[in-house]
């Protein structure tokens, strides 16, 4: 039986870090994953979303332009944009393999279980390691409602070739409103129903407002406080119900994505029959990534219960796993995050919300403002921008910063700078920057 010092499950942005680290440390290392190698964010995720993307933003950027120096009809034409991603995304799995081929990985391809603590088996083939780095990442969460095997996922969307006319999300989260904002562009009439009283539930409710707004201008029917309840097929096409307080209702669609969530990819590693204690966010683990039930055991990225299931964090995680590993001791060290839905206008944070700042009895300042009429909105014609930003009255520390714009995503970068490295809001206003440009608009806020 093959014995490593170490065994990864996953090859996404987290367990291929950790093979990397891990192997450059002169330890041997086993990786294996149940689907092609390199994970979500390069290949169902963040980086052919943001290859998508491009089409609409140019198309954004066009017709606002219209009669101001751009003329004639300009359109989305799906087939290219599917392909232009699709052509990212194909050379990944193999480019990850040859990757980890050089460093002296082995890989392995399958779904299997822990028979022990010491002992993973796939097919035929058992293995066992000193110790094991579970890096699955997180899949779509099954709605238990009748008629769920209708709905599609984020993954269908990546291999959607022919838009419908008509596409409903349900959940409006990071998923199903970055995505609507892509088939609205691209002329589909798009519904979102999601059960929340605001779209984007961890986002600021003040700028995630404005972008219920300009969802409905472009024409997007977003329904809240609405619960997907059933599915059903009509013909070619699918009812879904929902219920709005406490009223059933029905609106009808081509498609149905289920952009309800995502949860912790582990149930059928077995992960009891190592001792591993696991919860709703996944692999309960310490400050140093490892399993708080028993330190063979490690976890990071989306999968480990300290996630914030984003790209960047999984990479963080990865690290200090690794090095954990490799070297000894490091702990996590909390810091503020700053975070993006890719609509258009993106909508950023980082850091406390209003309401979470009320709660944490501090004094603080609010300044907050309806934007849209400055100068960068005005020179694209791009219409929406606000902001919002909570001060520590005592320490001036900025604790939380919220941001609608065509460059929030930028923007909320300069915030995460001033938080993580303790500037001051005074200081990072008396900062120069670069004009005119959205940074330097910090100055007025
Ligand atoms: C549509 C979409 C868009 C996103 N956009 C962004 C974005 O713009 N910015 C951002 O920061 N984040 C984004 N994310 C989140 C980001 O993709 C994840 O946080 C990140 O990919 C997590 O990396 P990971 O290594 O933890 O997991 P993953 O990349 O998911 O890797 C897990 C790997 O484990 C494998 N696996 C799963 N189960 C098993 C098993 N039982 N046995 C063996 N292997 C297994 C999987 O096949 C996969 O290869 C997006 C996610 C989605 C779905
Ligand atoms: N730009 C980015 O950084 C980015 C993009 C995509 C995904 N992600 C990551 O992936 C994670 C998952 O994203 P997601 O969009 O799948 O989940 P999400 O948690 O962001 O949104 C899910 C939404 O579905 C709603 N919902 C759940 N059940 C419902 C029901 N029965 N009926 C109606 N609405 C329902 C929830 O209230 C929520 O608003 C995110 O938390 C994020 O960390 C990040």
Same mark, same amino acid.
């Given at each position: ?53 491009? *089409? ?36 990944? /799995? ?93 002329? #589909?009439? #798009? ?10 539930? /961890? ?33 070619? %096409? ?23 969530? %995502?949860?912790? *990819? ?29 330190? %063979? ?107 609608? *714009? ?40």
């Amino acid at each position: 039986m093959k014995h490593y010092d170490v065994f990864i499950l996953g090859t996404g942005t987290a367990g291929k870090l950790v093979a990397n680290r891990c192997a450059d440390a002169g330890l041997t290392v086993g990786i294996i994953d149940n689907r092609e190698y390199g994970g979500t964010c390069s290949q169902r995720g963040c980086d052919p979303k943001k290859l998508m993307l491009a *089409s609409s933003e140019a198309l954004e950027a066009a017709r606002n332009m219209k009669g101001d120096g751009i003329t004639g009809d300009i359109a989305i034409n799906w087939i290219d944009v599917y392909n232009y991603a699709r052509r990212y995304a194909q050379d990944i /799995p193999d480019n990850t393999e040859e990757f980890l081929k050089e460093l002296g990985v082995d890989r392995h391809h399958g779904e299997g279980y822990f028979v022990d603590e010491k002992t993973f088996r796939y097919g035929d083939t058992s293995l066992t390691a000193d110790k094991f780095v579970i890096a699955t990442g997180m899949k779509p969460l099954e709605l238990k409602i009748p008629g769920a095997e209708h709905l599609l996922t984020s993954d269908d969307f990546f291999n959607l070739k022919d838009l419908p006319e008509k596409v409903l999300f349900i959940g409006g989260g990071y998923v199903g409103m970055e995505f609507s904002h892509m088939l609205a562009r691209a002329g #589909v009439k #798009v519904t979102v129903v999601e059960q929340g009283e605001q779209l984007l539930p /961890p986002f600021e409710k003040y700028t995630v407002d404005f972008l219920k707004e300009c969802s409905e201008e472009l024409g997007i029917d977003i329904l809240l406080n609405s619960q997907a309840a059933a599915v059903e097929k009509d013909g070619d %096409r699918f009812i879904v119900k929902y219920s709005k307080d406490g009223i059933l209702h029905q609106v009808t669609s081509d498609l149905i994505f289920n952009t309800a969530g %995502r949860v912790p *990819s582990i149930k059928q590693l077995q992960l009891e029959n190592a001792g591993v204690v696991t919860d709703r966010s996944g692999i309960v683990v310490n400050e140093y990534f490892q399993s708080t039930s028993n330190e %063979r055991f490690y976890a990071c990225g989306d999968v480990s219960s300290k996630n914030v299931p984003l790209t960047p964090l999984s990479g963080l995680e990865a690290n200090i796993a690794a090095k954990n590993i490799t070297e000894g001791k490091h702990a996590f060290i909390p810091v503020d995050i700053p975070s993006v839905a890719f609509t258009i206008p993106q909508v950023a944070g980082i850091g406390l919300t209003e309401k979470q700042a009320k709660a944490t009895g501090k004094k603080f300042k609010v300044f907050f403002q309806n934007a849209s009429g400055w100068f960068n909105t005005r020179r694209i014609k791009a219409g929406c921008y606000a902001y919002k930003v909570i001060v520590d009255e005592e320490t001036r520390m900025v604790l939380g910063a919220h941001i609608i *714009s065509h460059e929030a995503g930028e923007t909320i970068n300069i915030f995460s700078v001033a938080m993580n490295h303790d500037i001051t809001f005074q200081y990072l206003q008396q900062t120069i920057f670069t004009y005119p440009s959205w940074a330097n608009d910090i100055k007025s806020f």
